[in-house]
């Protein structure tokens, strides 16, 4: 059975700051996706890695995908408090039909 | 237009009665889920139909019925709710293959007293 672990499950940092989120799973997969949830709101798709070494940049958010240590990193920059959210990554299992989601990221940016 | 739109957004209901979910996608997907968030937001996959068949079904109490009319619905219906139904209900779509992301409706919050 899939299991997607996330570190930390909360994160409290200032504005200003730098800071990763790490996401492990526990089977083979080369297909990741990273979610954002603001409170009582739905989830927004926010990058998908699709490769191993697959980089991507939004803004002040950078995932990356290393497949053989089956890790996926997001990078926050100069956080600011707009970034205040729940972040999830989500792994696609072997099968290609479902998505297996860590416990998600509680990050508040403080000023 | 709503991509993935569920109704309704909030349900408050008595121990032991029973309710439905609706949920329709208009971005031509053709996989649709059900997912349960609990209280500490961990989200749990409950079914996942393709075209209209079912092609995941997790270990979920029989009480929880998804049915699906055709590929842009998939509405959930409970029987005999219970406390610890209560939780976050989000519906979700998927394009066809893998290596797509999933578009998830804005939740449906249930809360059983």
């Known amino acids: 059975e899939l299991k997607v672990e996330q570190n930390p499950l909360f994160l409290s940092m200032q504005e200003g700051k730098n800071y990763t989120i790490y996401c492990n799973y526990s089977?083979?997969?080369?297909?990741l996706y990273w979610y954002r949830q603001d409170p009582g709101k739905s989830l927004e798709s926010l990058f998908v890695l699709l490769s191993n070494g697959a980089v991507k940049q939004e803004g002040r958010l950078m995932a990356s995908l290393d497949t053989k240590a089956r890790l996926s990193t997001l990078h926050i920059t100069a956080a600011v408090h707009d970034l205040s959210a729940t972040y999830f990554c989500?792994?696609?299992?072997?099968?290609?039909?479902?998505?297996?989601f860590g416990e998600g990221t509680q990050l508040t940016v403080n000023p | 237009d709503t991509a993935v739109s569920q109704t309704p957004k909030y349900l408050v209901t008595q121990m032991g009665n029973d309710k439905s979910i609706k949920c329709e996608q208009n971005?031509?997907?053709?996989?649709m889920y059900w997912y349960k968030q609990d209280s500490k937001k961990f989200l749990k996959i409950m079914f996942s139909y393709n075209n209209k068949e079912l092609i995941i079904n997790e270990t979920v109490p029989n009480r929880f019925s998804p049915k699906s009319p055709d590929k842009a619905h998939l509405n959930l219906h409970i029987n005999s709710l219970e406390l610890g139904d209560s939780a976050v209900y989000f519906c979700a779509s998927r394009g066809q293959g893998a290596r797509v992301e999933a578009f998830f409706g804005q939740g449906t919050r249930l809360t059983v007293v």
């Open positions: 089977t083979t997969s080369d297909r």
């Open positions: 971005l031509g997907h053709d996989t």
């Open positions: 989500a792994v696609e299992g072997a099968s290609g039909s479902r998505l297996t």
